[in-house]
């Protein structure tokens, strides 16, 4: 069956060719090569420069119609040479669409036998000049129309030259103002280029210096004695110096350990306590912490760690070796305690020479007296390690022998501590005034009394104002002649503390005045005011 049908198509279908949109050509039926040769040049598959003499016009004006239109076009009675004959033909050209593909159908017809040329001529005889005019006419008619054919064509051209030109000079356009972004773009690249050249030095340089720094902080932990380990919120270790090893069992693999999973050699069991409390409140806390064998001190100090916003992110932990100076102070309690005993020891065997020496009774029990007031206050300072006396401690221990528990003796004043030199003469002046009240004063008859107060005046600069004043006692008019205690008041206060004190009878009773500068030389105080006392009667 397929035999016949193709034997069927060979000898009674039509010549045919299938093109597509553009002319080229995708199939050729048999028998094509009457209408259409190959063209010369290079292969080419268009239709139209395939097409023989006499068919090229009519060929091309029919497919455009039929792209114009979608429907069919018929061009009739076209002469074809054919090897120096002349063979009238009819072309169709046929729209055929499939999905969204178009192709078009070109169906070549034979209208009349071949003619030769001789037949042609006789064609131009006066019996045939009436059919010749009508068939001139007839193709002047074609002609025409084919020309019109061309002259649409040309003008659909010129449209599309002209879309196409101005399509161009927008593209022209654009490409021009592409050209200048990218030319803008190429100096902000070069800008750009330039900043990151400068960035590049300047982290360059920071790098440099961050290794310098890196250096020199590793130098530093290397060369430096004090213990120190760096931790972070979870008491994480960070880093630490190498000295920390003779506290903590530490190796440089321990980083990023925990602190409390490392073995330590010192006594210091509220360690984790003080840092969390430090990373709570942010507060130094400093501790005096022994190794666990008893051979070794430090002075441990917790600071918070903060980062560079000012943020706590952990904790530093330093320990200072203090051995040295727990051994000094050891040193210097046994010397303090050494030279207090020489001391007191010496003021005995002084104290004893007096009293076999001296022969007047008044004058032996003065100076002994004298010797024992320096002994109490010696024995006050040592007791302090040399560093101050609290006033009002020396005067109760000056004035307690007289009757201080039977209401005859008010002491009131701040807190005062006495430096070493001050304290001495002050207790000097304190024991003349009370052993002078205790026999001719006011203690020395019932119902006489004694206040003594200071204060803390807030002139500049600031001064110690001890007041002495007896009531109640044998009535004092003068003084007479100044004896041995009046002089050692006056002039120890005056030279050895520059300050001043006087001594005068306010109702018949006697007034001293003790007025020294509250400096850092002679004393310390808690409290000030201005020409205000507390008062704290005893």
């Known amino acids: ?296 001190h430090y002075l441990a100090r917790i600071h918070p760690y903060r980062d560079s916003s000012i943020s706590i992110d952990g904790v530093s932990l330093t320990f200072v070796d203090i051995s040295g100076m727990v051994a000094a102070e050891e040193q210097q309690k046994i010397l303090t305690a050494e030279l207090s005993h020489r001391v007191k020891n010496t003021l005995a065997v002084v104290s004893s020479i007096a009293e076999r020496t001296l022969a007047d009774n008044v004058i032996k029990s003065n100076l002994i007296g004298r010797f024992h007031a320096l002994g109490h206050t010696h024995d006050v300072l040592s007791e302090s390690g040399w560093t101050e006396a609290g006033l009002r401690e020396l005067i109760s221990a000056q004035l307690s022998p007289h009757g201080a528990g039977d209401g005859a003796l008010q002491i009131s004043g701040p807190p005062v501590m006495l430096k070493p030199q001050a304290a001495l003469f002050i207790t000097l002046a304190l024991h003349e005034l009370s052993t002078n009240a205790a026999k001719y004063g006011a203690l020395s008859v019932p119902g006489g009394r004694v206040t003594v107060f200071w204060i803390i005046t807030g002139d500049r600069p600031p001064q110690l104002e001890i007041d002495w004043q007896e009531e109640g006692g044998p009535k004092v008019d003068d003084f007479g002649a100044a004896g041995f205690g009046t002089e050692l008041i006056e002039r120890g206060i005056r030279f050895e503390l520059q300050g001043e004190a006087r001594l005068e009878t306010v109702n018949g009773g006697l007034h001293c005045r003790i007025v020294i500068p509250a400096n850092p030389q002679n004393l310390s105080f808690g409290l000030s005011g201005n020409r205000s006392k507390t008062e704290d009667p005893s």
């Open 1 to 296: 069956m397929r035999r016949i049908a193709t034997t069927i198509v060979e000898h009674f279908t039509p010549t045919f060719v299938i093109v597509d949109e553009d002319g080229q050509a995708l199939y050729f039926s048999s028998g094509t090569g009457k209408y259409l040769q190959p063209a010369a040049g290079p292969p080419n598959r268009d239709i139209i420069a395939m097409a023989r003499p006499g068919l090229r016009a009519d060929l091309r004006t029919a497919l455009h119609h039929a792209r114009e239109t979608g429907r069919r076009v018929v061009r009739d009675r076209i002469q074809l040479q054919v090897n120096g004959s002349v063979q009238t033909v009819s072309i169709a050209v046929e729209p055929v669409t499939e999905g969204k593909e178009i192709a078009y159908g070109v169906v070549f017809t034979d209208r009349e036998p071949i003619r030769a040329q001789d037949e042609i001529a006789e064609a131009s005889n006066p019996e045939s000049q009436d059919r010749a005019v009508h068939e001139i006419e007839k193709e002047l008619q074609e002609t025409k129309h084919r020309l019109q054919s061309t002259i649409e064509q040309l003008e659909t051209a010129n449209e599309e030259f002209r879309s196409s030109n101005e399509e161009l000079q927008s593209v022209n356009e654009e490409l021009q103002s592409t050209n200048e972004e990218l030319e803008t773009s190429k100096e902000e690249l070069q800008s750009v280029n330039e900043e990151l050249q400068t960035v590049n030095y300047e982290l360059s340089s920071k790098i440099d210096e961050l290794d310098r720094v890196h250096a020199d902080l590793r130098n530093l932990f290397e060369s430096t004695d004090i213990a120190t380990i760096f931790l972070d919120r979870n008491l994480l270790i960070r880093s630490f110096t190498p000295t920390i090893t003779e506290i903590f069992n530490l190796i440089p693999g321990d980083r990023g350990r925990p602190l409390t999973d490392i073995v330590s050699r010192i006594g210091y069991s509220d360690l984790v306590d003080d840092m969390r409390a430090v990373l709570g409140g942010g507060a130094m806390i400093e501790r005096s912490v022994s190794l666990a064998d008893g051979k070794g």
